[in-house]
């Protein structure tokens, strides 16, 4: 018997449902983490709780349900729910290494540029020893073109930016930074840090919706592939990765080879 079957039949048996009223919360539960995902949002358990209507059943059924749909996610649509547990939040992990070339055809240029601009946020950010401060960073994509705070032209460059981008991004790269990628979709943390009363810096890190969907390494080979060069070429990184994810140099290569 499946793990999900062996915990359904103790619920029935300890809390006196039904089997419809227990499929009815499961099944709700998991619509709520597929719509609740769409926006790529932290979830909630209170949110969660109060949208399914579990605030009316015992509060020991609540964590079982949960389950229950996180391991009917697995099974079906083999979606990890992430339990961050320390904040009563989760998230969905699909894992970028497996998304394949067909799904990406069907994105957007809205979703590609959302996405392609994320990866080089995290690049950025891993090569910078894992942090970058928010000067750097908004210095860095300007230089691509997609940012301008009006003082380019002062730096002699041009201030001008394609009205298409612009629109990718709502007309302010700075917001979908700071409120899309920091505080609703976690792919980034901003961290203050105050040398002293009269000087404090802002600095960004991969959050905790990248440190679950994203291998570090996936990243690294990526900006390998931008400079066509060994990982060697970066031994800093290259050894710092390898450590995180205990490889060896050996097992990076056969990793490379199998992703080709």
């Known amino acids: 018997m499946s793990q999900a079957a062996n915990l359904s039949k103790e619920l029935l048996n300890e809390y006196n449902i039904s089997n419809d009223d227990l499929q009815k919360m499961v099944s709700d539960a998991v619509t709520y983490f597929l719509v609740a995902d769409q926006k790529k949002s932290i979830i909630r358990k209170a949110d969660l709780v109060k949208a399914c209507d579990l605030t009316r059943r015992d509060r020991k059924l609540q964590d079982p349900i949960i389950k229950l749909a996180a391991l009917h996610l697995n099974n079906i649509f083999g979606i990890e729910v992430r ?90 790269l700075r917001k979908f930074v700071n409120e899309t990628l920091v505080s609703r979709q976690h792919y980034l943390k901003k961290e203050r840090v105050v040398q002293n009363e009269e000087s404090e810096q802002y600095f960004y890190l991969w959050g905790d919706r990248a440190e679950a969907e994203v291998k570090p390494s996936m990243v690294f080979k990526m900006v390998c592939g931008v400079f066509k060069c060994e990982p060697s070429m970066f031994k800093e990184q290259f050894d710092r990765i390898r450590q995180r994810e205990n490889l060896s140099e050996e097992d990076f290569a056969l990793q490379d080879q199998s992703d080709k």
């Open 83 to 172: 339990d961050l547990s320390k904040t009563s939040t989760y998230i969905l992990v699909n894992k970028l290494s497996e998304i394949n070339v067909g799904e990406f055809l069907n994105w957007s240029d809205r979703e590609a540029a959302h996405m392609g601009l994320t990866f080089i946020i995290l690049a950025l950010i891993l090569m910078n020893n894992d942090r970058i401060n928010e000067e750097a960073l908004f210095d860095f994509l300007r230089t691509l073109g997609v940012y301008d705070d009006g003082t380019t032209h002062i730096r002699g460059g041009n201030p001008q930016i394609e009205e298409e981008v612009l629109e990718l991004f709502d007309g302010d």
